[in-house]
């Protein structure tokens, strides 16, 4: 077996051209700044949730992870739909949909 130099194979190191992979492609802005859904888009999604799983009953860190929120964001609206009388909350913390709420 014969190995050939770099320069006898037709190979220059500054020939290669890199493309780039569009497989995964970026899911936030370059700046860094990631935004969050409208808030009924995120109403829809904590409500089509308890109502797909009835029993379901979250902390607020469990929460936020499920749902993909800053748990700041997950607060604010777990309580606003407390508030509404569409989820209780115990009074342990957890969360839980209202009886008779779906």
């Known amino acids: 077996m014969s ?3 770099p ?4 190979y220059s190191p ?6 780039p992979d569009t497989s995964e492609r970026r899911r936030s802005p370059r700046d860094g ?13 904590v409500l089509g949730t308890y109502a797909e799983m009835p029993g379901l009953s979250l902390y607020l860190n469990q929460a936020a992870r499920l749902f993909g929120l800053r748990e700041t964001t997950c607060q604010v609206v777990l309580d606003d739909l407390v508030r509404e ?3 209780g909350q115990s009074a342990d ?3 839980r949909a209202s009886s008779g709420c779906f």
Request: net charge positive; glycine share 12%; charged share 20%.
């Open 3 to 5: 190995l050939r130099a």
């Open 7 to 10: 320069a006898e194979s037709g």
């Open 14 to 19: 500054g020939a290669a051209t890199l493309r």
């Open 33 to 45: 700044v990631v935004t969050e859904p409208p808030r009924s888009r995120l109403v829809a999604l």
């Open 85 to 87: 009388g569409r989820l």
């Open 93 to 95: 913390g957890q969360y």
